[in-house]
């Protein structure tokens, strides 16, 4: 199953900044969203016919990694013929992304007047994959296009990253 072959490309994609932890004090508060939880969910909040028009199909939806909730991570991924679609929403900033030492090549991305740009992972040496991370007043969301297993590489994923992106933008958190 090419989701195997996209576990670790995914779970690199995942590691943005150092982990941390504070002491908190005061009273918990009842919220919609698990605190350090991004409210965007990429699964629930993307229409299938919108997912369907990037060229994946709705019913390979994944949700997570395998099934298993990363912590400070709303994941879903689709399947198509061609690349491997996933969209990452996260409470990490777009100077998290850009800090990030796994990540380079950034360029920046006309999405509507909204901050983004796209970039790759330096382990991608086949360059088989490429993000575009966009802003968010939480964070940030990130669509990720991959080439996964053996399949030809027959467009640049960075070109069909940024396109599927300017696609889903009007779905995404301001």
Not at 113 to 121: D, P, V
Not at 144 to 171: F, H, K, M, N, W
Request: with cysteine; glycine share 12%.
């Amino acid at each position: 199953m090419r989701w195997v072959a996209a576990v670790g490309l995914i779970s690199a994609g995942l590691v943005l900044a150092g982990c941390g932890s504070e002491a908190v004090s005061g009273d918990a508060e009842t919220e919609g969203v698990a605190a350090g939880e991004p409210a965007f969910s990429p699964c629930d909040d993307i229409p299938d016919d919108v997912v369907r028009s990037l060229g994946v199909d709705p019913t390979t939806k994944e949700r997570d990694i395998m099934g298993v909730k990363q912590p400070g991570w709303n994941i879903c991924g689709w399947m198509g013929a061609g690349p491997s679609l996933s969209v990452f929403a996260t409470n990490h900033s777009l100077d998290d992304v850009r800090a990030n030492q796994k990540n380079t090549e950034f360029t920046p991305v006309d999405l509507e007047g909204r901050s983004g740009f796209s970039y790759r992972e330096i382990a991608d040496t086949d360059r088989r994959s490429c993000d575009v991370a966009v802003g968010t007043s939480g964070g940030a969301v990130l669509i990720s296009v991959s080439y996964l297993g053996v399949d030809a590489v027959v467009e640049d994923p960075c070109v069909i990253a940024t396109r599927a992106t300017r696609g889903l933008v009007g779905y995404l958190p301001a």
